[in-house]
């Protein structure tokens, strides 16, 4: 079966990484606050990134996999402020969302903002997998106390799916994630899914990666993608998507309504 990024990184040679445990990812390089750039590559040129880094970062492994999988339930208001923020570069952004690690039964409930110097502040809490398409009284006064919207009028509206890899430079306090098998649906069964690219996302605490100034290198630049925003414009096409209308259109095949 395709395990998603693995499936690529493995016939670039995945094994010449060293591994790396889930306590060091997290006590070197958790970067709950950083700055993101977001890459949309094909298998070729992932390939050549993943050759790049070989000696410089390692790669997370647990129980013997490399590759996991991932779901995440996205939630906005019946206004979709969250998205609607996002797509009019409005102040005060926010994102609210559960992860589910599908292959390790752990579920968070996150929440994210703005910082300062386009940082993105990330705030956790650990919650089950039977509320990830809810909210809890604990959820909501977490939620409550982080965004500007009253919690109790979020809902869920999209879920995304797909398989990731995790890149790590600890001593630079840089993490690269790369997440392929991308679906996106939202609560009435509407599906888009893109299998043609590599979402890579670096994760650093300021200026730019190895794998940054790789990819730049290989004349690759950031690109402005949001797993929710992209999936919701992408499911809807009546939503105004000029924020990431050139993504939409070039990589999944989108047209506004």
Not at 23 to 35: C, G, I, N
Not at 128 to 140: E, I, N, V
């Amino acid at each position: 079966m395709n395990r998603g990024p693995a499936a690529v990184a493995q016939r670039v040679g995945v094994g010449a990484f060293a591994p790396i445990t889930l306590a060091e990812v997290v006590e070197a390089a958790s970067l709950q606050t950083r700055v993101d750039r977001k890459y949309l590559i094909p298998p070729d040129a992932f390939a050549v990134l993943m050759q790049g880094l070989v000696g410089t970062c390692r790669v997370l492994e647990i129980d013997g996999l490399r590759d996991f999988r991932y779901e995440s339930v996205y939630f906005d208001t019946a206004g979709l402020d969250s998205y609607r923020r996002a797509a009019t570069g409005r102040r005060r952004k926010f994102k609210v969302r559960t992860r589910s690690y599908l292959d390790s039964g752990g579920t968070v409930l996150e929440v994210k903002t703005e910082g300062g110097r386009e940082e993105t502040v990330k705030d956790r809490l650990a919650t089950t997998a039977a509320q990830r398409d809810s909210l809890d009284p604990a959820g909501l006064a977490f939620v409550d106390a982080r965004i500007d919207v009253p919690a109790c009028g979020l809902r869920p509206v999209l879920t995304t799916t797909y398989h990731r890899a995790t890149l790590v430079d600890a001593d630079a306090g840089f993490r690269m994630t790369c997440d392929a098998g991308l679906r996106l649906s939202d609560r009435a069964g509407t599906v888009v899914e893109m299998t043609d690219h590599v979402l890579v996302e670096t994760k650093s605490l300021r200026g730019a990666g190895p794998a940054d100034r790789l990819l730049w290198r290989l004349g690759h630049r950031p690109v402005p993608i949001s797993k929710y925003c992209v999936g919701m414009a992408a499911v809807d096409p009546r939503l105004p998507a000029n924020r990431w209308n050139r993504t939409l259109r070039r990589y999944f095949g989108w047209r506004p309504a």
